[in-house]
């Protein structure tokens, strides 16, 4: 199959550059370098990882939608994006879904004495800004599981508001899920040599 390229000017390249941040940059796990395109009913999913986190965006209605299957990133610069679409020889993609906890339905919406945990955005936030709203979360997630989370992960994350959910009944299996407009990602504990 051609390659496909998605430009600036696209709208779908805010999402696509968004999603490939998560994708793994060592080339010797092939199979995790790209990125997955799957349809989910009338929707279409976008999905790269790279292990530690993943990242998803769900195309409503299938508008614009892409090639299904592994896409072989080419090139991926601040104004274009190019792919091989339908990759077969890439190798089987991780089953991403095991990994989010609103998916296995063992996720729950945080909670504090105040309500919900909504962390909101930079331009939304008066007091202090959305990454450290976020930070302080995460800070005070990682008292409470005992786990400690990369906080690099965090700065896609700064410019949007974000619902966030976890495991919050296994701690030993607790991975943190941000939710925006269509976006999720996913941030998985950093494991200790004792676990």
């Known amino acids: 199959m051609e390659s496909v390229t998605i430009l600036k000017a696209d709208p779908r390249f805010l999402f ?110 008066l007091k202090k800004s959305g990454t450290m709203e976020l930070a302080n979360t995460i800070r005070d997630i990682a008292k409470k599981t005992q786990r400690t989370f990369d906080p690099f992960f965090l700065l896609p994350l700064a410019d949007s508001a974000w619902t966030l959910y976890g495991d919050t009944n296994d701690p030993e299996n607790h991975a943190l899920e941000f939710q925006s407009n269509g976006k999720t990602c996913v941030i998985m504990p950093i494991h200790s040599a004792e676990d």
Not at 19 to 27: G, H, L, S, T
Not at 95 to 108: D, F, S, Y
């Open 16 to 125: 696509l550059s968004w999603v490939i941040q998560a994708r793994a940059e060592d080339q010797t796990r092939c199979h995790i370098t790209g990125f997955l395109v799957e349809n989910d009913n009338k929707d279409q999913l976008w999905i790269a990882t790279d292990g530690r986190r993943l990242h998803t965006f769900r195309l409503e209605d299938g508008k614009d939608s892409l090639p299904v299957g592994n896409a072989r990133i080419i090139l991926a610069n601040k104004d274009s994006i190019v792919f091989e679409p339908d990759c077969a020889d890439m190798g089987q993609f991780p089953q991403w879904r095991r990994v989010i906890p609103t998916l296995t339905n063992a996720g729950k919406q945080y909670k504090n004495a105040e309500g919900p945990i909504t962390l909101p955005s930079r331009s939304f936030s």
